[in-house]
Nanobody, 117 residues
Framework: QVQLVESGGGLVQPGGSLRLSCAVS????????MGWYRQAPGKQRELVAT???????NYADSVKGRFTISRDNAKNMVYLQMNSLKPEDTAVYYC???????????WGQGTQVTVSS
């Protein structure tokens, strides 16, 4: 019913930058929040950043000051600008949408981000 498609991942050197994009489509009536999560091998999926329908943002301490989440409602897009990347940022990054009324979470397929020299 709802589809999230991530793009923009890739290989980057430490200190470099990447911009991830998430395109939303389907039967959505109201969005509570959207966000980015990541999962490294052998680790649990963790929150990276979220943005509410009112544009309030929240970041994990590990990325605060380096990553910026933003949205474009007219285009049904959400972005994650990642600067000053570290090897510890290496993970599969997933886009998330939380429905306002049902609180159901929709997930994208993920995009790989690898930070290595």
């Amino acid at each position: 019913q709802v589809q999230l498609v991530e793009s923009g991942g890739g290989l980057v050197q430490p200190g470099g930058s990447l911009r991830l994009s998430c395109a939303v489509s389907g039967n959505i009536f109201a969005i509570y929040a959207m966000g980015w999560y990541r999962q490294a091998p052998g680790k649990q999926r963790e929150l990276v950043a979220t943005i509410t329908s009112g544009a309030s943002t929240n970041y994990a301490d590990s990325v605060k000051g380096r990553f910026t989440i933003s949205r474009d409602n007219a285009k049904n897009m959400v972005y994650l600008q990642m600067n000053s990347l570290k090897p510890e940022d290496t993970a599969v990054y997933y886009c998330n949408l939380e429905d306002r009324f049902s609180r159901y979470n929709w997930w994208g397929q993920g995009t790989q981000v690898t930070v290595s020299s």
